[in-house]
């Protein structure tokens, strides 16, 4: 019996966002918005071979206490529209938005991907959030927001809707035919009709067929419908887990679920966010994730991290000294608007009794409980120890590459591209040039067209 | 006149104006979903040193008729989303602005404003859009949330029909205005990065916008911080009462369609009355005169190749603008008539794509610069500066100060 083959690793790069991983007070820190950053950045990755570049997105300024929260960074640029001129300056690599479900409508939300999988040559993405919170709500005209428990309906019925719609031209319509005058070769071209619980619409859609067909379709929610809607209708899962046990977990689970929807293991990836930390050796960048995880977990911001449990103003706390003695207050509007993390603390009563245990067990302050706790350095050491963990990790099945956030914009890549990067592809575990053109090739996935030939001809 | 009080823009459309343009030799019917063919055009319109270029846009296929489809298969049909294209451009191009259309009736005011935002960073400070409405019940059936009876250019001049273009206009006027809140929703100096306190922004330079009308309430701020040109500049096509109100209330340059100079004097004062109206009387306000252009070496091959256009497509082309075929020189005669009538910039539309913007750029902008009369040299750095608009304060700045 011979040994099971190496897999290949997928690698992506986030550009650093609003929270407070990025560390925007280092000397080495420039802009998040000009555009000089998002090219460095993805021309980085392009550079390194990764699969692709991901923009995360948000809606609303993020409000803690009734004022804008002011200590990460605020403010980034349109998803679609930066992802556009980051086409211009890159080849290969693949460009991946978030683009809300919820506040945007199928027929617009197609026309964008399609428009811009044109505009790349076959190299766009999008990462399907949901979202029902009145707070965002509240700069749209929908003006709404959807009960929590219909968000997964919606976007599900988004997404069926979206593809009806990139479905809608097959891709030979257009014959432009100078002598004879035919431009079309059908008048229908583009006609859909949708009728359900969320979308009633029907017409003819006016982008036609692009590169990759469909946008590759990532998702990131973790609860048991966002797990649901990836195994039946992702390319890829943005996931958080990135640890050896819960990434197999989660790996593990997630890929048992694509059966029951006809699908196979190789049709959906599983691709963790992953932040890093390099030195010359293990001990030094030891060292400086200490340093780095100060810089990020500054005093105020540890009060503010506690005020999402506690839901309580606790500015008058010293974050050097010991958890407060009050409780959290379970009820009522919670003081922090706008977070993701909000929802992480469902029981803030237990998370309180177990934070001040592992304080009082460690002589930890508030300070040192939030940057323990809040632990996100996912890999940190040498860039052998680095890589090696990678390819560990992947062979492991704990997922089948990395989303990798860099901790500095935008020259946080540069070293993981030049140090890491070629011992993985000494290792031959990583592509040293990219083999084809689209971001459906870079990840394996099938072309939709393909998939349709392969179902009519069974 | 001196070189730059004269504008020029091209409004890029498919591979040209006319239906039948596509099937000339020079046209790149098959490569107008690829980026490299809107990539040549804009290069094209800026080796000119034309002040803009804009992007036609729609949420439905395109029609010959005003408000339905109309089924036919001999014309270009399809395109790609004008915010998405101008953005792929602005990394290829220095100089020339680009102000891609923008449907106002059924897309969110807070995506586009951070869109045109974006757009205003990527290209360092070249951004403008151009607002327009949709009464088409095809349209609206993309979108499913509201529905409009059927409106037909005889209809429109009925009081009714009036009453409901007022009030598409009224909600482009509400869209455009939450557009700017939003951009000046940040102050320019909001990023502070105070190491010292911890503090990345002030949040005191941050401001909700709280827009409420009848069409949507906006509460901000916007995400995206004010973009390098302040606010970049909003335009319009008018072609009567209605949209000149909003040209007059929230525009920047106003494209309108006059067919002689009486036309032009006519228009030109109908807006500047309803500017003074809207309390901007001081606020420079351009009017751009729109015009679909066929330009050769003599008027007999202009008017020659419009006839086998024409014939091409079976029907005569007719444009809600003139429709001008003849020589450089002559274009440039019309050009500094309908100038000394009140117009300060002209929208060209070129009929076909392929040849009519070479001659723009290689017959008509020479011709004007021999007698003096556009620039010879891009002389600013952002579209509001060739445009000769000041960078606007932030109105929430002066509410502080």
Redesign the interface.
């Known amino acids: 019996m011979t040994s099971k083959p190496l897999k290949q690793i997928h690698l992506a790069a986030h550009f650093p966002g609003v929270n407070n991983t990025t560390v925007w007070s280092d000397p080495k820190a420039g802009s998040h918005i000009e555009f000089s950053s998002f090219v460095h950045f993805a021309q980085t990755a392009e550079r390194a071979k990764f699969d692709f570049l991901f923009l995360a997105e948000g809606l609303r300024l993020r409000e803690q206490g009734g004022n804008i929260y002011d200590l990460d960074v605020v403010g980034r640029p349109d998803t679609f529209t930066v992802l556009a001129a980051l086409a211009a300056v890159t080849e290969r690599l693949g460009l991946t938005g978030t683009i809300n479900s919820t506040f945007n409508e199928p027929y617009e939300v197609a026309r964008q991907f399609a428009g811009l999988d044109h505009l790349s040559g076959g190299r766009s993405a999008w990462n399907v959030v949901t979202s029902w919170d009145a707070f965002t709500g509240e700069n749209f005209r929908r003006g709404g927001f959807l009960p929590q428990e219909e968000r997964y309906s919606r976007a599900k019925e988004f997404l069926a809707t979206a593809n009806e719609l990139f479905d809608s031209w097959h891709g030979d319509e257009i014959v432009a035919d100078r002598t004879t005058g035919v431009f079309l070769r059908d008048a229908k071209a583009g006609s859909f009709v949708h009728t359900g619980q969320h979308f009633d619409i029907h017409g003819q859609f006016n982008v036609p067929r692009s590169p990759q067909g469909r946008p590759v379709i990532f998702q990131a929610g973790d609860s048991e419908d966002g797990r649901e809607f990836a195994a039946s209708s992702a390319d890829a899962v943005f996931s958080q887990y990135a640890s050896l046990k819960e990434g197999q977990a989660f790996y593990t689970d997630v890929k048992n679920r694509l059966a029951r929807y006809g699908r196979s293991h190789r049709d959906l990836l599983i691709l963790p966010a992953a932040t890093f930390v390099l030195g010359d050796t293990d001990a030094e960048a030891e060292e400086l994730a200490r340093e780095v995880r100060r810089q990020q977990v500054s005093g105020a911001t540890a009060i503010k991290h506690l005020e999402f449990v506690w839901n309580r103003d606790l500015s008058a706390y010293d974050p050097e000294g010991p958890l407060p003695g009050i409780d959290p207050d379970a009820g009522g509007d919670h003081i922090s608007k706008g977070r993701a993390q909000v929802r992480m603390y469902r029981d803030p009563l237990a998370t309180a009794r177990e934070w001040r245990e592992l304080a009082a067990a460690n002589n930890w302050s508030i300070r040192d409980l939030v940057i323990h706790t809040g632990n996100r350095q996912t890999f940190v050491g040498s860039p052998e120890t680095v890589a090696r963990t990678i390819n560990d990790f992947v062979q492991a099945d704990v997922s089948d590459g990395f989303i990798l956030v860099p901790h500095i914009t935008p020259g946080g890549l540069d070293p993981f591209a030049d140090k890491v990067v070629p011992l993985l592809q000494e290792q031959g575990v990583f592509r040293t040039e990219y083999e084809g053109t689209t971001l459906r090739d870079h990840l394996g996935l099938a072309h939709p067209d393909d998939v349709r030939g392969e179902r009519a001809a069974s | 006149m001196s070189p730059s009080s004269l504008h020029l823009a091209v409004a890029l459309e498919g591979t040209g104006w006319h239906p039948a343009s596509?099937?000339?030799?020079v046209?790149r019917?098959?490569d107008l979903?690829?980026?490299g063919y809107w990539?040549d055009l804009v290069a094209e319109a800026e080796r000119g040193l034309l002040d803009f270029v804009t992007f036609e846009d729609?949420?439905?296929?395109?029609s010959s008729h005003y408000g339905e489809?109309d089924?036919?298969?001999?014309?270009?049909?399809?395109?790609?989303?004008a915010?998405?294209?101008a953005?792929?451009?602005?990394?290829?191009t220095r100089h020339i602005g680009l102000v891609p259309t923008v449907i106002a009736t059924?897309?969110?005011?807070?995506?586009i404003s951070?869109?045109i935002?974006?757009?205003d960073?990527?290209s360092?400070g070249r951004a403008g859009l151009r607002v327009q409405i949709s009464a088409r019940p095809?349209?609206a059936?993309?979108?499913?949330?509201r529905t409009f009876p059927r409106l037909n250019l005889e209809e429109l001049r009925t009081p009714s029909g009036q009453e409901r273009l007022t009030d598409l206009f009224d909600e482009a006027a509400d869209y455009v205005e939450v557009v700017r809140r939003l951009w000046d929703s940040?102050e320019d100096d909001a990023?502070i990065?105070d190491?010292a306190?911890?503090?990345?922004?002030?949040?005191d330079k941050?401001h909700h916008i709280d827009f409420e009308s009848r069409?949507?309430?906006?509460?901000?701020?916007s995400?995206?911080?004010r973009p390098p040109q302040g606010r970049p500049p909003v335009t319009a096509l008018a072609h009567q009462t209605v949209p000149y109100r909003l040209v007059a209330r929230q525009g920047d340059i106003g494209y309108v369609t006059p067919h002689d100079a009486d036309q032009v004097r006519a228009i030109v004062a109908e807006i500047r009355a309803e500017q003074e109206a809207a309390g901007r009387a001081d606020e420079l306000l351009h009017v751009f005169g729109d015009l679909v252009v066929l330009l050769d070496d003599d008027q007999a091959a202009a008017e020659d190749r419009r006839a086998r256009l024409d014939a091409?497509a079976g029907e005569p082309y007719t444009s809600d603008a003139r429709i001008f075929a003849g020589t450089s020189a002559q274009l440039a005669d019309l050009i500094q008539e309908f100038s000394e009538a009140g117009l300060s910039g002209f929208r060209l539309r070129p009929a076909v794509a392929g040849h009519d913007l070479l001659a723009i750029t290689r017959g008509l902008v020479p011709e004007l610069q021999r007698r003096g009369a556009f620039r010879t040299a891009y002389e600013a750095d952002t579209l509001r500066g060739l445009l000769g608009l000041p960078r606007p304060a932030n109105r929430y700045a002066a509410a502080t100060a």
């Open positions: 596509w099937r000339e030799q046209a019917p098959r979903f690829t980026a990539a729609g949420l439905g296929p395109q489809l089924g036919r298969t001999d014309q270009v049909r399809g395109r790609l989303d915010v998405l294209t953005s792929r451009i602005a990394p290829l059924h897309t969110e005011p807070f995506h951070k869109a935002a974006t757009l960073y990527v360092a095809h349209e059936d993309h979108f499913g949330r940040w990023e990065r190491a306190t911890g503090r990345f922004v002030d949040r941050l069409h949507f309430s906006v509460r901000g701020p995400i995206t911080p091409l």
